[in-house]
């Protein structure tokens, strides 16, 4: 009968050494709410476990140079509690309490939503319009990557043998800049988006957009930063015709698949309306600070 | 396969057990140390049956391993009367006929307990967002979110 | 409106449930929670296919797996021959059952079982099976039920012949029956009339949900006496069910039920017990079978999807003419799907002269359904109050106003058969409508919507005993399982006859060999019949009081009387004797005739038939395609509410059944024909934050046949939400949905289709 192996390493060069040693054989554990949940399904059959959640520096939220480091095994109840992070990247904190209920939040984290590499985890398009990085410790040291980067198709992520994400850094937000994110699922909780769109948005003294950021979820193998839904607003006093071009634009990126919880057709026009409706958020934020 | 040896407290008293390393801290609850107030009714943490505290926090046990309770502290349904005292929330539960066949009723009050003890007072609409994780099939919640009301109204009229 | 005026002491009141400590402590034992020593984990090996000849099952290296103790398949399992067998409340297919729990030459549907392993740990079982080969020649499937019914669709069962149609066909097809019923001349009726409404609606399968997963535990001994542990809604049904599959007497099997975590109808039949019971023989060790969430979707019983043509006709002045529906009802992969009481409800609240119901009940590649709630009639109802609201539109007529001016009443003759007597639908109409609900205001994109539902409501064979202990208290022994706070209903009228206090009275439910057969917890009987056999049980009680303080006074047992609790002389001329209560009687009893007990076993008639009434208003998102209930209120006529906390319970619970149906819930085929949404995720129920605080207005025109006026109320609320949603949504937006769920893409997508911009109404 096959063995596994639980270890619960205080450091991440031992996670790494650990994760590096056993390859695809092993898996960080951090909320386990999307790992034990595939392993109880039988979906995946890994021989090591690796618990990150006795390094402190995995559970730590911390202010650093004008923004946060949020570490990536904090669960969404504890960043929910941060009022410092709520206030700065609201748009943020709200996808990541979007992911399942109570009970998840008090386990899920960053970390895990990002690299289970689902394309339709809500926190990612958020941290991708956000601009957030992620701080990747390897065999071979420690590299900064955007959160855009990551994913790569349903399910797989451009970390390396033995990478490990450690922590997310939220910039410091810039002047008169908001953020918001928005999803589409059938009940008011408890599903998996079915479209997500995270919005950022940087106003000028007259309230002209200097500078935007769209991330979509859900609707692509990956989740998507799209530079041409950004490219709407940018310039224009996010007027309803620049909103239009926004929804246009955010609808243009969707490659998205039918499937038990939405059609392509569906997808493509919801993302539209959700980027519409998630920059008019984004800028009421983005005029209030 | 070498089973792991865990120490672990429960409702404030010390325990051991020992488990499988793919074992959940609801099977361990459940068949190692005989709690079976916590309920499985999906093993994939969307009906909340097996809500449990784990270090304070409101967690779904099929979604923990019970190795990782080691050195935690766990808090479960069984844990909730103060000796033969019900929690106000037990004794709501009772008199607004919040359960009809029961198999969701130790969640829910897992739950409830633990949306109360941070906020004394909340709406009608927290309580549903936040109870949003535990399911019902049979009273189509109604009675449920009357009875977290009423507790509480009663809890802030004691404390 | 229960309350004291009636003149009740206990009955109408809501006092706390004697089985609600345990509940609320984590005390209760459900079904998967009951452990033996030695007990091995039972696990089942099911098709991954939709359709598959099994051309045979080698499982010799699954028994070379360390901890393996027994592997059992269709083999272990006598062949029981094709056709009906009466046992307990009515006709039943054993073979189908046998082939259902243990699949026998054929898979019919994703998730039947193949085979099953008991070993000394779960991950021993699971390796089992991994380990099991099963030959499978994947044969074409069908799982849509209009599909099903063409000529050349893939064949489920080579000898099902269409019953019902004359001459009988000479060759087999997916459909199984057909059945009519009707009243009048309808094409007459619709010469008469001068407007007609048509309409097709669809509806999606659905599962009960209840949040318990079937879980078994069996012990069968060396001399062949077995004990069953599980959750069902009727012990005595497990015992019969299990009999036949095992081919073993019933005598031969005790069933001791646990508490029951939610049925709706899903646990009126077996599936793991009698796997469980092959295992324990096999292995001659306690076997557990606990299913997981996914195998509760995939294997048991949902009910139909179904497909419905309505068409109705009225003068202008809004008198029905003619009211005509054509039901096809996917069964599953056995038939036995609800479309006939689909046919003998769809009409049933309305006094219509002229009507007609024909009925289609086809097998497709799906898990075998089971009853849920209410069997076959929402799905009719969706059809008929669908169109009935399109014809209150057509006439100008308030929707209420015109079933009202149609609506069934005391002698009105329904198209299934009888004659109404006493009933209460004119009265949930007329409360619908007297309601602030009806006359709220509306903000954009708002709509309100009404349907009514009619339920049968049954009695059947029940028993019960009422025993006095030595210090003045009273057990119930109530045979049936207690899904919804029966316990506190039965005590209330025991409660109520015996005259003692609520309190003092305790109910138990017990196992097979402690009372006499009982029918199942279902058809909303229990609290009418059952309780009629506890009144029963409790009045010869009252009986034997009264005779031994007789004895006690040496007067005529007529010269005693029963009032609050106390035996009394009938009049001063019987003598002057201090009230002899029921505590000293029972204190005595040694001296006067020994221990006092009743003891009633019943077949109960004149179940009064029950109609509701909803109100629902929703808001519907243009661009999303979201509906959002704002508000919900259920009108019934209850008879009397026993418990009535309990009784607004069911109204609450059926209604956010019927609004999940109508909304989101719905089984999700792949081409391949498995299930893609075997889970709480993606088959959504609806949670707390989908829904409103639901008002109840519970109506009692009492039910003459039942000592206190109960009538059966669980299973008509779940009934008219479908209609009610849709209707509300069609007055939202002005779109019809014909095809429920109304999800989101389905409802954008109609939205989108009907963007001729057409105002709402």
Redesign the interface.
């Known amino acids: 009968m096959r063995s596994i192996q639980y270890e619960a390493p205080a450091t991440v060069d031992e996670a790494v050494a650990r994760l590096a040693e056993a390859g695809d054989k092993a898996r960080p554990l951090a909320g386990g709410t999307d790992l034990i949940v595939q392993m109880r399904s039988r979906l995946i059959s890994p021989e090591v476990i690796v618990d990150v959640k006795n390094i402190p520096e995995l559970l730590q939220v911390s202010e650093e140079g004008g923004g946060f480091r949020v570490g990536a095994a904090v669960p969404g109840a504890v960043l929910g509690e941060n009022e410092a992070v709520v206030a700065m990247w609201p748009g943020v904190v709200e996808a990541f309490e979007l992911i399942g209920s109570t009970q998840i939040q008090g386990r899920a984290s960053l970390g895990g939503n990002l690299c289970n590499g689902s394309p339709a985890a809500d926190s990612t398009p958020a941290m991708i319009a956000a601009g957030v990085t992620c701080e990747i410790a390897g065999p071979n040291g420690r590299r900064e990557a955007p959160v855009e980067d990551l994913v790569t198709a349903p399910g797989e992520t451009s970390l390396g043998r033995g990478e490990l994400v450690v922590s997310f850094f939220l910039p410091p937000r810039p002047a008169r800049t908001g953020d918001a994110y928005l999803r589409f699922i059938p009940r008011t909780e408890m599903d998996i988006a079915v479209v997500g769109v995270g919005v950022c948005v940087t106003l000028d003294d007259g309230g002209t957009c200097t500078g935007a950021r769209v991330g979509l979820g859900a609707v692509a193998p990956r989740p998507l930063l799209v530079p041409a839904a950004a490219d709407a607003l940018v310039g224009t006093r996010l007027d309803d015709g620049a909103m239009a071009n926004l929804a246009a634009a955010a609808s243009a990126a969707c490659n998205p698949i039918d499937d038990k919880r939405g059609t392509k057709t569906y997808r493509i026009k919801v993302a539209g309306v959700l980027a519409r409706r998630a920059a008019g958020i984004a800028s009421e934020r983005a005029r209030s600070n | 396969?070498?089973k792991?040896h865990v120490t672990t407290t429960v409702n404030g008293e010390p325990r051991e057990f020992l488990c499988?390393?793919?074992q959940?801290l609801l099977d361990a609850l459940?068949d190692e140390l005989g709690?079976?107030?916590?309920?499985?009714?999906?093993?994939?943490?969307?009906?909340?049956?097996c809500?449990v505290m784990?270090d304070g926090?409101?967690?779904?046990s099929?979604?923990?391993?019970a190795?990782?309770a080691?050195g935690r502290e766990v808090e479960?349904?069984?844990g909730?009367?103060d000796g033969d005292r019900?929690h106000p929330l037990?004794r709501t539960?009772?008199?607004?006929?919040a359960?009809?066949?029961?198999?969701?009723?130790?969640g829910f009050?897992v739950?409830a307990k633990?949306?109360l003890d941070r906020d004394p007072d909340p709406s009608?609409?927290e309580?549903?967002?936040?109870?949003?994780?535990?399911?019902?099939?049979?009273?189509?919640?109604?009675?449920?979110?009357?009875a977290v009301q009423k507790a509480a109204v009663e809890m802030r009229a004691e404390a | 409106m229960s309350d004291s005026a009636s003149g009740f002491k206990w009955v109408g009141t809501r006092p706390v449930r004697p089985d609600g400590l345990d509940k609320v402590t984590g005390r209760a034992n459900f079904g998967a929670d009951f452990t033996m020593p030695g007990m091995l984990v039972g696990r089942i090996l099911r098709s991954p296919h939709a359709h598959a000849r099994v051309a045979g099952i080698d499982a010799s290296a699954a028994l070379a797996v360390p901890g393996v103790k027994a592997v059992v398949t269709a083999e272990d399992f006598p062949e029981i021959p094709d056709g009906d067998l009466m046992v307990g409340e009515g006709p039943m297919n054993f073979r189908d059952l046998s082939c259902n729990v243990m699949a026998r030459g054929k898979v019919l549907y994703d998730g039947h079982p193949v085979a099953a392993v008991a070993a000394t740990s779960r991950a021993a079982a699971e390796e089992a099976l991994d380990r099991i080969r099963v030959d499978y020649e994947v044969l074409p499937h069908v799982v849509d039920v209009l599909e099903a019914m063409e000529p050349g669709a893939p064949l489920l069962h080579e000898n099902l012949f269409t019953e019902g149609v004359d001459p009988k066909p000479d060759r087999p097809s997916n459909v199984a029956s057909r059945v009519e019923f009707s009243l009048g001349d309808v094409e007459a009726g619709f010469a008469e009339a001068d407007v007609v409404v048509e309409g097709e609606y669809t509806t999606e399968a659905v599962h009960q949900g209840y949040i318990e997963p079937h879980a078994a535990v069996a012990s069968v001994g060396e001399d062949g006496h077995c004990t069953v542990w599980c959750s069902s809604q009727g012990q005595f049904m497990v015992r019969a069910y299990c009999a036949k599959l095992l081919g073993v007497e019933n005598s031969r099997i005790r069933v001791i039920p646990s508490e029951i975590g939610g049925g709706f109808g899903g646990k009126t039949t077996i599936y793991v017990e009698p796997v469980a019971l092959a295992l324990s023989r096999k292995a001659g060790r306690p076997v557990k079978i606990v299913m997981d969430r996914d195998e509760v979707f995939r294997a048991t019983g949902p009910t139909s999807s179904t497909h419905v043509k309505v068409r109705i006709g009225a003068t202008k002045d809004g008198r029905i003419t003619a009211g005509d529906t054509e039901l096809r009802y996917q069964a599953g992969a056995f038939s036995g799907s609800p479309v006939q009481l689909g046919c003998m409800t769809a009409f049933a609240p309305y006094h219509l002269d002229h009507v007609r119901a024909v009925g289609y009940d086809v097998v497709v590649n799906r898990p075998k359904c089971a009853a849920y709630r209410a069997p076959g009639a929402p799905m009719a109802a969706f059809g008929v109050e669908s169109a009935l609201d399109e014809l209150a539109g057509k006439l100008g007529m308030d929707p209420l106003e015109l079933r009202l001016a149609n609506a069934a009443r005391e002698g009105t003759k329904a198209a299934y058969g009888p004659r109404f007597r006493q009933i209460g639908y004119v009265e949930t109409v007329e409360a619908a409508l007297a309601h602030e609900h009806y006359r709220a205001a509306l903000g954009p994109n708002q709509g309100r919507g009404v349907a009514s539902g009619f339920w049968f409501n049954i009695g059947g064979q029940s028993s019960a005993a009422v025993h006095v202990n030595e210090d003045g208290t009273a057990v119930v022994v109530d045979p049936n399982p207690d899904i919804g706070g029966s316990r506190a209903s039965m005590a209330i009228m025991a409660a109520e006859v015996l005259g003692i206090d609520y309190d003092r009275v305790r109910p138990i439910v017990p196992d097979t060999s402690s009372i006499p057969y009982s029918d199942m917890t279902g058809g909303s009987r229990v609290t009418f019949a059952v309780g009629m056999a506890v009144v029963e049980a409790a009045k010869q009680v009252v009986e034997e009081l009264r005779s031994r303080a007789a004895k006690v006074w040496d007067v005529d047992v007529d010269g005693v009387v029963w009032e609050n609790g106390e035996a009394r002389p009938a009049s001063s001329n019987v003598g002057e004797f201090e009230p002899l209560s029921l505590a000293a009687l029972a204190e005595g009893s040694a001296k006067t005739g020994g221990p006092i007990s009743g003891q009633a076993t019943i077949n109960a008639r004149g179940a009064g038939p029950g109609f509701g009434t909803h109100v629902c208003d929703v808001e519907v998102d243009p661009d999303t395609g979201r509906v959002t209930v704002l508000r919900y209120t259920a009108v019934q006529d209850v008879g009397r509410a026993i418990h009535p906390s309990y009784v607004e319970g069911q109204l609450q619970g059926g209604a956010a059944q019927g609004i999940g149906w109508a909304l989101n819930e719905e089984y999700v085929y792949s081409e391949a024909g498995t299930l893609e949404n075997p889970g709480f995720l993606d088959y959504r129920v609806p949670v707390a934050s989908d829904l409103p605080m639901i008002d109840t207005v519970l109506v009692e025109v009492p039910n003459p046949r039942h000592p206190y006026g109960v009538r059966g109320v669980g299973e008509v609320p779940i009934i008219p939400p479908l209609a009610a949603v849709a209707n509300a949504i069609r007055h939202a937006c002005g779109t019809r949905m014909n095809h429920l769920p109304a999800s989101p893409p389905r409802l954008l997508a109609a939205l989108d289709a009907a963007k001729l911009p057409e105002a709402a109404d």
């Open positions: 396969m070498a792991r499988e390393v793919d959940t459940r709690l079976t107030g916590s309920k499985e009714g999906c093993g994939s943490g969307d009906c909340g049956a809500s784990l926090r409101l967690v779904c099929c979604l923990a391993l190795v990782e080691e479960t349904i069984e909730m009367a019900l037990q539960f009772l008199e607004e006929a359960l009809q066949c029961g198999i969701c009723t130790p009050l739950a633990a949306l009608e609409t309580i549903r967002y936040w109870l949003a994780g535990n399911l019902c099939r049979c009273t189509g919640y109604d009675k449920i979110v009357r």
